[in-house]
């Protein structure tokens, strides 16, 4: 598993068991949802500041599964 990888958390008790951002409730999809609305990282990471350069990073190489 890439050291990204890791940064993405399975827990069935949160989200209803969706991946999420360093066990944060933020999920991947959440993520993915704004780069797909046109939203750059800069962008996210402003909206988003619990987030990192990284958990982006690891969203995307997550969504490659």
């Keep these: 598993m890439s050291e990204l990888l890791r940064r993405i958390t399975v827990n ?3 989200c209803g068991g969706r991946p999420c951002i360093r066990s944060m409730r933020i999920r991947v999809s959440d993520v993915l949802d704004l780069f797909a609305a046109g939203l750059s990282a ?20 997550f969504s490659r599964f």
């Design 12 to 14: 069935p008790k949160q």
């Design 42 to 61: 800069e962008q996210i990471l402003e909206e988003m500041p619990d987030l990192e350069a990284d958990d982006l990073k690891a969203a995307f190489q």
